[in-house]
């Protein structure tokens, strides 16, 4: 398959690596990727019986309306990506890295922390949707954003509702929720993502100042919500990369930009290049 050759050989003479992953990421792991809503469904029942789609559940008006179903929904997923381990991919991609001297970045819409737990370097990475991982005052009282460490929430699972005592704020004893970027919300605290921006630029630049040849790999990212595919599309322009887009159902690539598609999932696109 000449698509397959062709990024093979991007990928060994680029000195510069940008990952850029969505939701199919995960999927190689175990982990759902709410596509559509009879996807989301099926991952949540209760969901449906509750007639919520995706986007209406991961509101952050349940902190304030329903409390016990905002945390059974995010506590549920933050047991989920804590019991997960990174599929074989994630360790390809690293060991890709460690070729090309630790020169790359990820971008990730992602909020499951899959990468981290795969050991890729923290300051290397954007969470640009936040991480579940870390909480924040649902008010917000502050600005602060802290660890979820050791944060456990009991779910009743039959009636879909977390057991009190709910995850409080660390400053005000208000409700806690995830520090996560939700449909409709205003109360989201940027600044740890943009902490990672500000990082993911810096070296965006280096890799221009130095005319580093770039190639960007991207994994599983949809058309539902682009901002991932956007961003590779964007840096693909701006610094003449090349871009790989690995994706069963969107694979379509823009003609302005130097780009293949694998027409298939993540895993499986990365063990065909890597």
């Known amino acids: 398959m000449e698509e397959i050759e062709i990024a093979k050989q991007q990928i060994e003479t680029a000195e510069a690596i940008l990952i850029t992953a969505g939701a ?24 449906k019986k509750l007639g919520l789609r995706f986007e209406e559940l991961a509101n952050p008006r349940w902190f304030k309306q329903d ?24 360790y390809l991609l690293k060991d890709l890295v460690k070729k090309k001297n630790e020169n790359y970045f990820i971008f990730t819409s992602n909020v499951d922390g899959q990468f981290q737990k795969a050991g890729f370097d923290e300051d290397k990475i954007v969470e640009i949707h936040g991480s579940i991982h870390y909480l924040q005052c649902v008010e917000p009282c502050s600005d602060e954003i802290w660890s979820a460490e050791g944060i456990d929430v009991n779910i009743d699972m039959e009636n879909f509702k977390a057991l009190p005592p709910l995850p409080k704020c660390k400053n005000c004893g208000s409700l806690a929720r995830p520090n996560v970027l939700m449909f409709n919300d205003f109360q989201w605290i940027p600044h740890r993502t943009e902490a990672q921006e500000f990082r993911f630029n810096l070296w965006l630049e280096k890799v221009q100042n130095k005319n580093q040849k770039l190639a960007i790999i991207e994994i599983g990212a949809g058309k539902a919500v682009p901002t991932v595919r956007l961003t590779s599309e964007r840096i693909a322009r701006l610094l003449n990369g090349f871009l790989i887009r690995i994706n069963p159902r969107d694979y379509d690539v823009p003609t302005n930009i130097n780009a293949v598609s694998l027409k298939v999932g993540g895993l ?4 065909l290049i890597l």
């Open 24 to 47: 199919g990421m995960g999927v190689d792991s175990g982990l759902p990727d709410f596509r559509g809503t009879e996807g989301f469904w099926r991952a949540y029942p209760i969901a």
């Open 67 to 90: 409390p016990q179903l905002a945390w059974a929904f995010y506590g549920h997923r933050l047991k989920l990506y804590r019991e997960t381990q990174p599929h074989q991919g994630f």
């Open 268 to 271: 499986e696109g990365l063990k």
